[in-house]
């Protein structure tokens, strides 16, 4: 079965939590394939999520889409609704495997953590891409 190899897109969905246990789902959005980490920014009007995309891939598989690459989305945030809105396309870098990505404490700039380099065989380094 190939269906993890050609899934779809992400989610990032916004629940209320309610005491009583009964929680509402207030909105959803699409993000990258394969979200793997987020962040809500400190001012709570953006997220930020890593997506792997399919850089799990090995090599060998030259032939699936989105391998050689992954991606950030940035997701706008209403904090009085919780309403979700996807801003603009992904944001594409090199680097495979993104872990996780954060806001600094102004909500300028990001940080996202790259585990290694695409054809590197035995991954011997990371790095964190810093965006601004």
Do not use: C
């Given at each position: 079965?190939?269906?993890?190899?050609?899934?779809?897109?992400?989610?990032?969905?916004?629940?209320?939590?309610?005491p009583?246990?009964?929680?509402?789902?207030?909105?959803?959005?699409?993000?990258?394939?394969?979200?793997?980490?987020f962040?809500?920014?400190?001012?709570?009007?953006?997220?930020?999520?890593?997506?792997?995309?399919?850089?799990?891939?090995?090599?060998?598989f030259?032939?699936?889409?989105?391998?050689?690459?992954?991606?950030?989305?940035?997701?706008?945030?209403?904090?009085?609704?919780?309403?979700?809105?996807?801003?603009?396309?992904?944001?594409?870098?090199e680097?495979?495997?993104?872990?996780?990505?954060?806001?600094?404490?102004?909500?300028?700039?990001?940080?996202?953590?790259?585990?290694?380099?695409?054809?590197?065989?035995?991954?011997t380094?990371?790095?964190?891409?810093?965006?601004?």
């Amino acid at each position: 079965d190939l269906g993890a190899i050609f899934n779809g897109k992400g989610k990032l969905v916004s629940i209320k939590f309610n005491p009583s246990g009964n929680h509402d789902i207030i909105s959803k959005t699409k993000v990258g394939l394969s979200p793997e980490g987020f962040d809500l920014s400190p001012d709570g009007n953006y997220a930020i999520v890593a997506n792997m995309r399919r850089t799990y891939g090995p090599k060998a598989f030259w032939f699936v889409p989105a391998r050689t690459g992954a991606s950030l989305s940035l997701v706008k945030v209403d904090p009085e609704t919780g309403i979700l809105k996807t801003l603009g396309k992904e944001y594409l870098f090199e680097g495979v495997l993104p872990e996780d990505a954060i806001f600094d404490t102004e909500s300028n700039s990001i940080a996202v953590a790259v585990y290694h380099e695409q054809d590197e065989l035995f991954p011997t380094h990371g790095w964190l891409d810093l965006w601004n």
